[in-house]
């Protein structure tokens, strides 16, 4: 099994990581990750400035896009998570997946 990792960057104020934090616990103990793939996940801040990073089954940019239109879970924590994160660039933001990082580079040790 392929395993990917994306980093979702976005704004948020730092008041609020403890709702942020919050919301993706009440879901990550049920069923949604293993519906979405996802395998790992871990939410960072930097003043206001959000980080989202996701381990996941390969795939995890269709999932997200199929989850936007029918999975009820997800368009709910979504649509929570939404009035508390902000996009990184709203003049061009049309949902999660604009949010993701490009990854340039990467290193491991053998």
């Given amino acids: ?12 104020n730092p008041a609020d ?3 942020v934090a ?3 616990a009440s879901t990550d103990v049920g069923d949604l990750p293993r519906r979405m ?6 939410l960072f801040r930097l003043h206001d400035v959000y980080a989202h990073l996701i381990e996941a089954e390969a795939g995890l940019g269709e999932r997200i896009r199929d989850a936007r239109r ?8 979504s649509a929570a998570v939404d009035h508390l994160v902000n996009p990184w660039d ?17 290193w491991t040790a053998l």
């Fill in 1 to 12: 099994m392929t395993i990917e990792r994306s980093l979702m960057i976005a704004r948020m």
């Fill in 17 to 19: 990581a403890s709702e």
């Fill in 22 to 24: 919050r919301l993706f």
């Fill in 37 to 42: 793939g996802v395998r790992h996940r871990a």
């Fill in 70 to 77: 029918d999975d009820p879970e997800f368009c709910e924590l």
């Fill in 90 to 106: 709203p003049e061009h933001w049309t949902g999660p997946l604009d949010s993701r990082a490009t990854q340039f580079y990467r």
